[in-house]
């Protein structure tokens, strides 16, 4: 079993990598939504799943079925990763207005605003089994079948670490994801937006007496939060080449351990807790095999809220430094 493990190393390292970024992307939209509101808002799997769609849409729509070289395709890559910020902020802004906003004015508790993310989260992966995919997509009756993306990109060598060779897409998806994670960092630091969202999340009241619109920082809120899960959904599609009307279930709460694992609330556990959780269920996957992965996962889950529900890191948006 060492000896697997000392000749899987390498591999199960870059795929954990790969993995381990898309998880820490979607889960910035948990920290986030929970940093401000104290809502675990479970739709968010949905966003994702919505994210791959609308990435999909686009070498769809142009009828690309070979890959591409060049300006053509850093231009596909470009409209994919936009289409799926698109969509998936607008269905968590629309989530916000639709599900949540009406319960934060009427007073509602935090129990009631969770089930109505529940809710939301069945009625969106129904509505694209039942109506988007076989309309949109031209797949009638196929709705809850498993659609492939014709391959985009040469999947070649880019480098090799100690034999194993490293494929651009899998250095692409890591470079992208901790790119957009950088950036969104720099936005809540720096920006007078990022003041307003570590306002809000520190203290609601003062920040209204400090003239913050709280509606339009909750807004912007699941705006960043949602376009993070899009650009997850268009990496794990180049990537992965394929997507279902579930697939947000798992990869969302992965996420949300991930989330929980760096410490709910703050943006570089995200990060941290997303990476981290992909190379622990790869490193575990050597020793009990592949189908053991999401028991993996799901027991890191159960330990960290056990024994240490602060997370990694610990501190909360909450606490951050306005």
Same mark, same amino acid.
């Given at each position: 079993?060492?000896?697997?493990?000392?000749? !899987?190393? $390498?591999?199960?390292?870059?795929?954990?990598?790969?993995?381990?970024?898309?998880?820490?992307?979607?889960?910035?939209?948990?920290? %986030?939504?929970?940093?401000?509101?104290?809502?675990?808002?479970? =739709?968010?799997?949905?966003?994702?799943?919505?994210?791959?769609? +609308?990435?999909?849409?686009?070498?769809?729509?142009?009828?690309?079925?070979?890959?591409?070289?060049?300006?053509?395709?850093?231009?596909?890559?470009?409209?994919?990763?936009?289409?799926?910020?698109?969509?998936?902020?607008?269905?968590?802004?629309?989530?916000?207005?639709? @599900?949540?906003?009406?319960?934060?004015?009427?007073?509602?508790?935090?129990?009631?605003?969770?089930?109505? =993310?529940?809710?939301?989260?069945?009625?969106? !992966?129904?509505?694209?089994?039942?109506?988007?995919?076989?309309?949109?997509?031209?797949?009638?009756?196929?709705?809850?079948?498993? %659609?492939?993306?014709?391959?985009?990109?040469?999947?070649?060598?880019?480098?090799?670490?100690?034999?194993?060779?490293?494929?651009?897409?899998?250095?692409?998806?890591?470079?992208?994801?901790? +790119?957009?994670?950088?950036?969104?960092?720099?936005?809540?630091?720096?920006?007078?937006?990022?003041?307003?969202?570590?306002?809000?999340?520190?203290?609601?009241?003062?920040?209204?007496?400090?003239?913050?619109?709280?509606?339009?920082?909750?807004?912007?809120?699941?705006?960043?939060?949602?376009?993070?899960?899009?650009? @997850? +959904?268009?990496?794990?599609?180049?990537?992965?080449?394929?997507?279902?009307?579930?697939?947000?279930?798992?990869?969302?709460?992965?996420?949300?351990? @991930?989330?929980?694992?760096?410490?709910?609330?703050?943006?570089?556990?995200?990060?941290?807790?997303?990476?981290?959780?992909?190379?622990?269920?790869?490193?575990?996957?050597?020793?009990?095999?592949?189908? $053991?992965?999401?028991?993996?996962?799901?027991?890191?889950?159960?330990?960290?809220?056990?024994?240490?529900?602060?997370?990694?890191?610990?501190?909360?948006? /909450? /606490?951050?430094? =306005?």
């Amino acid at each position: 079993m060492l000896n697997d493990f000392i000749n !899987q190393f $390498w591999p199960a390292t870059i795929d954990g990598l790969s993995f381990g970024s898309i998880y820490a992307l979607i889960a910035l939209g948990y920290t %986030m939504v929970y940093g401000v509101l104290r809502l675990i808002n479970f =739709a968010h799997s949905e966003v994702f799943m919505i994210g791959t769609f +609308g990435a999909m849409l686009v070498p769809f729509v142009f009828g690309i079925n070979s890959p591409l070289t060049g300006i053509a395709l850093v231009g596909l890559i470009v409209a994919m990763i936009l289409a799926g910020m698109l969509a998936s902020a607008g269905t968590a802004v629309a989530l916000e207005r639709i @599900a949540y906003r009406p319960l934060r004015k009427r007073g509602a508790s935090r129990l009631a605003a969770l089930i109505s =993310a529940i809710g939301a989260s069945i009625f969106l !992966q129904e509505l694209f089994a039942l109506l988007v995919i076989p309309n949109v997509f031209n797949r009638p009756e196929q709705g809850r079948i498993q %659609m492939g993306l014709p391959r985009i990109m040469e999947k070649t060598e880019l480098f090799s670490i100690f034999g194993y060779g490293v494929r651009v897409d899998q250095v692409f998806v890591v470079v992208a994801a901790v +790119g957009m994670m950088i950036a969104l960092d720099a936005l809540v630091n720096r920006t007078k937006i990022g003041r307003g969202i570590r306002a809000t999340a520190q203290n609601p009241e003062a920040a209204v007496l400090m003239g913050v619109d709280i509606n339009r920082i909750v807004r912007m809120t699941f705006l960043i939060g949602g376009g993070m899960a899009g650009v @997850a +959904g268009a990496l794990y599609l180049i990537s992965y080449e394929n997507t279902n009307y579930y697939i947000g279930f798992l990869f969302g709460i992965k996420a949300f351990t @991930a989330a929980v694992l760096g410490g709910i609330g703050n943006l570089r556990g995200a990060l941290v807790g997303g990476i981290t959780l992909g190379l622990v269920e790869n490193y575990g996957a050597i020793f009990f095999g592949s189908d $053991w992965k999401h028991v993996i996962s799901f027991s890191i889950l159960v330990l960290v809220l056990m024994f240490r529900p602060t997370g990694i890191l610990g501190e909360s948006l /909450q /606490q951050a430094r =306005a």
